[in-house]
């Protein structure tokens, strides 16, 4: 099965919003097995709506839309498809009895213009919304199919996982899974020599996702079961985690570099705590973000200038002048102090010039140290970061929970 | 000016990443006059792009691509580009050089791939790349240009910054001038409804850009000259911020609440030291990722734990028995502490219920207190914050910034 997506909605085009619906299905729509070649983008405008619909309907299986199904006069999503699918909405008694309980629940009052969201085709399969008024679609004619869904994130990934998937896997036949394995620290093209005779298999199949610094191998295969999916995943599997070693940190779709570390963590019942100084809290805060960091992590330090790196983390005064803060032995230091005033398993350290400003000839911007100390004493690693202070930041806090993950998994 | 966005790349169609480039483009041309009418995205192949781009030249003026510049096999965009504009790719050696004295810089080996990003069409416009190795361009046919950028987020803002909004500004021959005025603390409906009668304006026009708890108010208008354009946009500007008093706390298209408390903080010479604990390290870090940041924070804390809470900042440990830690009494001793300990001219913190666990019929998840202690004493103020785990930490980050520069603005 082909897809498109397309979003509608003039806060699109302005660039008011980012376009995270068509990112959420997307991502789903390829676990699912469903092959997209294209997503489109066009503003609450029923012919250019019309003109896109036509041609992405010539080309895939199913469209889906996203966005204009709210109770303005603006929002002509559900009309236009139904339009060009050849459908005559009428009104639907479920969905209007839903939506004023939802009303009640919320609050607001039932206008005229809510009248129109239950208008639905006679022969649409219903999506009822569990978080607003608009219900959304499947139309379907020809062997092909549109799938309407609403706009806000919330209410449509509810839709999405409640009722469009279910409808998908069943329309499919077939079961589809997907293993997602996390590396971390060997860059795209690396990782794609190294792998390169386990591409182009028809199944299972390899593919790579890359962000700064991480790629994650996805496995997919399709079988009658998912039982046997994951039979013909295994072997695959077991030879790319044979070749990239201990820079593999996980399986998951939504497993990421700092829920590896907390991962790792909590399943030793040890805490960490951290001495930052050009991340600046965000190591911290990439562990506050998993539910549950309360288990690891109980107090942490920013210590932004050497003044502070010595009195509240105890770095010598004589490792400040002879090395300055940007060395190895001041983020071990720094480590090795958080964790001694904290108590906690751990102590990890980030210390470096993120820029614009601050660099020299020796110690450019993009220089940084990253400590560790643990049971097995402390030291520091020293790494050159490409990119713009945002990215010098978000490459520290990465590598610094990797160095994490690994240290706990030797100790 | 009519524009079309074509972003190229299998992982946006495979969801790994939003696409934040459109958004950023996209704003970006509205803010420049320029009008767009469809975004498309494709992936890494040759034959979809040339459909596309081929459709999108039959309606736009301008095409604007992301994307698919990389040194590897599968990035095509510039190729498909230039063939379907009928032009042909000879080494650029200015390009040439710079990508090998960029390599240098940041020590990475110079590879035959390498050699095919300084492959440019003769007669394009070249654009520089001023944070990786592949060079942009824009190449004309018959009145319509296709503008070829990277997909990086930061080398694609650095591109259009530094080089194709001048060239667009050039060429449409008015200048576009707009102001952005940043208001805290009234919500989107809240603040059209206060400002209705001032839409729907020839020139200026004012439109509203959202995001939570902030909205941006655009005046825009376009005139002959600079300051012609600002002197049509004072007036509306005046009446805007007279309605919305001491919400209005900056101006400019890139400022964000956290980038106006630093520089409130920065303009007095002042300092402030963080007690962090729900937001666990993001407070600091929103100021921290301003550069310049060691002006105006020395050190902080996160105590996520009560007994660092009582320990490190010296909460009471009868306020923690009495109030909890979730409390408008615990806020603000952590903040008092936190000025105390740092010798900072403000302490500022954060405590609270961010989820998904946690909650109880009194203190709900969302429910957070922000404390601030300054010149003259401390105080803790409570909030009820909507949304995720995510959703409230950002929000608590927020209000925190806008707490500290609105007290900065009063002492």
Chains 1, 2 share one sequence.
Not at 30 to 51: C, F, H, K, M, S
Not at 92 to 112: A, F, I
Not at 300 to 316: M, Q, W
Not at 367 to 390: C, H, L, S, Y
Request: hydrophobic share 40%; proline share 4%; glycine share 10%.
């Amino acid at each position: 099965m082909t897809a498109e997506i397309l979003s509608v909605g003039t806060e699109l085009l302005m660039g008011q919003i980012a376009n995270t619906d068509a990112q959420y299905i997307s991502r789903r729509l390829a676990e699912l097995g469903i092959t997209i070649y294209r997503q489109a983008t066009v503003g609450d405008n029923p012919a250019r709506l019309r003109e896109a619909l036509t041609q992405a309907l010539g080309r895939a299986d199913l469209v889906i839309t996203t966005g204009g199904l709210g109770p303005t006069e603006d929002d002509l999503t559900k009309e236009t498809v139904a339009e060009v699918m050849g459908k005559t909405l009428v009104m639907h008694r479920p969905s209007y009895q839903r939506m004023v309980r939802w009303l009640e629940k919320v609050g607001r009052p039932l206008t005229d213009n809510n009248l129109k969201q239950a208008m639905l085709p006679e022969d649409a399969v219903v999506l009822d919304n569990v978080y607003g008024t608009a219900p959304g679609c499947i139309m379907e004619r020809d062997g092909r199919a549109v799938a309407v869904l609403p706009g806000p994130p919330h209410e449509l990934k509810a839709m999405f996982e409640g009722q469009l998937a279910p409808w998908l896997m069943q329309k499919s036949g077939v079961t589809i899974r997907s293993k997602f394995l996390h590396v971390f620290g060997i860059g795209e093209s690396l990782l794609e020599t190294m792998l390169k005779d386990l591409f182009h298999t028809e199944d299972p199949t390899l593919a790579l996702y890359c962000s700064p610094g991480e790629v994650v191998c996805r496995v997919t295969s399709r079988a009658d079961t998912d039982e046997e999916a994951l039979k013909r995943i295994r072997p695959l599997e077991e030879e790319i985690l044979s070749r990239v070693g201990d820079h593999f940190y996980g399986e998951g779709a939504d497993l990421t570099i700092n829920r590896a570390a907390f991962e790792a963590l909590r399943a030793r019942g040890q805490t960490v705590c951290f001495a930052e100084s050009l991340t600046g809290g965000r190591l911290a805060a990439s562990i506050v973000d998993c539910p549950g960091a309360s288990d690891v992590l109980k107090e942490s330090y920013i210590t932004y200038c050497d003044e502070a790196k010595h009195r509240v983390l105890g770095v010598r005064q004589d490792t400040l002048d002879r090395f300055t803060c940007v060395s190895a032995q001041c983020a071990a230091e720094m480590a090795e102090g958080a964790r001694r005033i904290s108590k906690a398993d751990w102590g990890v350290s980030t210390t470096g010039i993120a820029g614009p400003d601050g660099g020299t000839a020796d110690t450019p911007v993009g220089t940084v140290f990253i400590g560790i100390a643990g049971p097995n004493g402390a030291r520091g690693q020293g790494f050159r970061f490409a990119g713009d202070r945002d990215a010098v930041r978000l490459q520290a806090v990465k590598w610094a929970c990797d160095i994490l993950r690994k240290e706990i998994g030797k100790a």
